[in-house]
């Protein structure tokens, strides 16, 4: 007797082992097994008892849901009230922390504008005895400047004083040295004049001893005298040769030599130019 299906069933691995060019294996023969009572008793207890334990374990997951939905809730209620309570307080705490350090940072913020404020103060102070100290080095520098001044115009009015005497010492000196030159000069003109008067003087007096030399030689000549020739000559007690010449004196000769005649008019008229 053939089993309902069989025939499908062994065509259908027919023409899987055909399409996937395996070898073809055995042949199953499918369908119905034929249970008996007992059987059917262990199957239906077993169907009973997977649906009791899947009852069962239906119950326990819902206790197991309600327990974790339960401690769920809790841990939630739990958690917004730590978190409200913590955030709250954190807040709070951490809101007055801030305002605190705000206020620490204002507070930090006014002392380093005062201390700049004071810092800018004693900059300036500083500035102002700088520029004051400037103002009194730029005085002294200008006093220095002036009395330098000052001494040099003296020095140059000194020098100018000492040139000005020393033009008036060389003026005077050359003053006196042309009064010298001159007086010199005079010297030496009136020296040539009393030179020149004196030997105008010793010629005047030569002329006159020649001329009178001549005008006694002609008086003398022209002259007669009756005891004998008064003249000049040689006395007759003395020899010719070593004879002094004697005037006014008759000797015993006719006419004196007209020589000897000349000779003591010319020593007379030298004797009377010396006296």
Same mark, same amino acid.
């Given at each position: 007797m053939k089993k309902p299906g069989a025939e499908r069933t062994r065509a259908g691995f027919a023409s899987a082992? @055909?399409?996937?060019?395996?070898?073809?294996?055995?042949?199953?023969?499918q369908g119905l097994l034929p249970v008996? @009572?007992?059987?059917?008793? &262990?199957?239906?207890?077993?169907?009973l008892a997977a649906g009791a334990a899947a009852a069962g374990l239906a119950a326990g997951a819902g206790l197991a849901a309600a327990f974790f939905g339960a401690a769920a809730a809790f841990?939630?209620?739990?958690?917004?009230?730590f978190l409200g309570a913590g955030a709250a307080a954190f807040l709070g705490a951490g809101a007055a922390a801030f305002l605190a350090g705000a206020a620490f940072l204002a507070g930090a913020a006014?002392?380093?504008?005062?201390?700049a404020f004071l810092?800018?103060?004693?900059?300036?102070?500083?500035?102002?005895?700088?520029?004051?100290?400037?103002?009194?080095?730029?005085?002294?520098a200008a006093f220095f400047a002036g009395a330098a001044a000052f001494l040099a115009g003296a020095a140059f009015f000194a020098g100018a004083a000492f040139f000005a005497g020393a033009a008036a010492f060389l003026a005077g000196a050359a003053f006196f040295a042309?009064?010298?030159?001159?007086?010199a000069g005079a010297a030496f003109f009136a020296g040539a004049a009393a030179f020149l008067a004196g030997a105008a003087f010793l010629a005047g007096a030569a002329f006159f001893a020649v001329a009178? &030399?001549?005008?006694?030689?002609?008086?003398?000549?022209?002259?007669?005298?009756?005891t004998g020739w008064s003249g000049c000559g040689y006395s007759s007690l003395e020899s010719r040769s070593g004879g002094t010449l004697r005037c006014d004196e008759s000797v015993g000769?006719?006419?004196?030599?007209?020589?000897?005649? &000349?000779? &003591?008019?010319?020593?007379?008229?030298?004797?009377?130019?010396?006296a």
């Open positions: 082992d @055909k399409g996937s060019g395996l070898a073809p294996g055995p042949s199953l023969t008996g @009572k007992g059987q059917a008793a &262990c199957g239906l207890r077993a169907v841990l939630g209620a739990g958690a917004a009230a006014a002392f380093l504008a005062g201390a810092a800018g103060a004693a900059a300036f102070l500083a500035g102002a005895a700088f520029l004051a100290g400037a103002a009194a080095f730029l005085a002294g042309g009064a010298a030159a001159f007086l009178m &030399c001549f005008s006694l030689i002609k008086w003398e000549s022209h002259r007669p005298s009756p000769h006719a006419a004196p030599p007209r020589r000897d005649a &000349c000779v &003591c008019g010319f020593r007379s008229v030298t004797a009377w130019a010396s």
